[in-house]
C-alpha cells in the first residue's frame, strides 16, 4: 500500500512526498524476521505525537505484528531489522545488547581525520538542557566507535565506521566530539563552513553539497547477527543510496 511520507520541516524530505510501498525496501525476510534497506527521511517508529508514518507502521500493515530491535536516525539511510513474533525479539534484542551483531556504516565527514584508522572511545550521555541531543561526557554510557577512511578530500574524508555499542546518534556525536562532524548533520555541527590553516581551498563548500544531499550523509551500509532459531551468521548488505553516490563522485572528480 503507498503512503505519502513527509518529514518534519527542518529535516531533509527524500524527494518532497515519499510514495513508497514498503516491499519494495525488503532485503531480507522469513517467519522470524524482516531486514528492511530504510530510506532517508522516513521514521524508524513513531514518534511521541505519532502523526507520521513509520517505517514500523507500514511493517505492521503488512505483517500484523512486528518488534522494534533496533533503530536508524530519520535521516540516516541503511539496514534495520524487525522482529516478527516475541521469541525472535528478545533474541535478536539481547545479540544488540551483548553486542554480538556487526553494524557498519559509511558517511562523509568534514574535514580530514588524525589517522587512516582508529577508534573513538569516548561515554556518551544525555544532554543536561536540550532533550533528544546526545554529548561525549566522562559519566555516560561507554561508546566505542572504529573508523577507516575510504577517500581523503582534504576538507571532506569519506569514511566507514564500525560500532560496537548502539548509543543514540552515537557516530554523529563522536565524529563532532573530535572535530569532523558528519556533513549535513544539523544537530552536531555537519553544516558549518570551516576554514583554517590547515584546510586546503574549498573547492566546493557545503553550502553546493547540500543541494545533492541536504540530509546527514549516513548510511547503514551492513548488518550482521545470529539466525535466531539455526544459530548461523546472517550478514546483509546494501548500496549506498543515490543521493550518497552523487555526493561522493562529485567530490571525487572536484578534487
Known amino acids: 500500500m503507498a503512503k505519502k511520507i513527509k518529514a518534519a520541516s527542518s529535516q531533509f524530505v527524500a524527494e518532497k512526498i515519499l510514495i513508497m510501498k514498503v516491499?519494495?525496501?525488503?532485503?531480507?525476510?522469513?517467519?522470524?524476521?524482516?531486514?528492511?534497506n530504510k530510506p532517508s527521511g522516513l521514521l524508524s517508529i513513531p514518534d511521541r505525537e505519532g502523526k507520521e508514518v513509520s517505517l514500523k507502521v507500514l511493517l505492521k500493515e503488512k505483517y500484523g505484528n512486528i518488534?522494534?530491535?533496533?533503530?536508524?536516525?530519520?535521516?540516516?539511510?541503511?539496514?534495520?531489522v524487525f522482529?516478527?513474533?516475541?521469541?525472535?525479539?528478545?533474541?535478536?534484542?539481547?545479540?544488540?545488547?551483548?553486542?554480538?551483531?556487526k553494524k557498519i556504516y559509511q558517511g562523509l565527514v568534514i574535514g580530514s581525520l588524525p589517522e587512516k584508522k582508529g577508534t573513538i572511545d569516548s561515554p556518551i550521555a544525555e544532554h543536561p538542557g536540550q532533550n533528544g541531543?546526545?554529548?561525549?561526557?566522562?559519566?555516560?554510557?561507554?561508546?566505542?566507535?572504529?573508523?577507516?577512511?575510504?577517500?581523503d578530500f582534504g576538507i571532506y574524508s569519506f569514511v566507514q565506521f564500525q560500532i560496537h555499542t548502539g548509543r543514540t546518534h552515537q557516530i554523529r556525536v563522536h565524529l563532532s566530539s573530535i572535530g569532523k562532524p558528519v556533513f549535513g548533520d544539523p544537530t552536531y555541527g555537519g553544516r558549518q563552513v570551516r576554514y583554517g590553516s590547515d584546510t586546503p581551498k574549498i573547492k566546493i563548500i557545503v553550502q553546493d553539497l547540500l543541494k545533492i544531499i541536504p540530509?546527514?550523509?549516513l548510511h547503514a551500509k551492513t548488518?550482521?547477527?545470529?539466525?535466531?532459531?539455526?544459530?548461523?551468521?546472517?550478514n546483509f548488505d546494501s548500496h549506498l543510496p543515490s543521493d550518497m553516490i552523487e555526493l561522493i563522485s562529485t567530490l571525487r572528480t572536484s578534487s
Open 23 to 36: 516491499s519494495d525496501y525488503i532485503v531480507f525476510e522469513n517467519d522470524d524476521f524482516v531486514a528492511v
Open 67 to 80: 518488534f522494534t530491535v533496533h533503530r536508524l536516525d530519520r535521516d540516516t539511510s541503511g539496514l534495520v
Open 83 to 101: 522482529a516478527k513474533n516475541e521469541a525472535t525479539h528478545k533474541h535478536l534484542s539481547q545479540q544488540f545488547e551483548g553486542r554480538l551483531t
Open 133 to 151: 541531543t546526545m554529548i561525549v561526557h566522562r559519566k555516560g554510557k561507554e561508546s566505542l566507535t572504529d573508523y577507516e577512511v575510504l577517500d
Open 215 to 217: 540530509r546527514q550523509a
Open 223 to 234: 548488518l550482521g547477527f545470529f539466525h535466531p532459531v539455526k544459530k548461523e551468521k546472517m
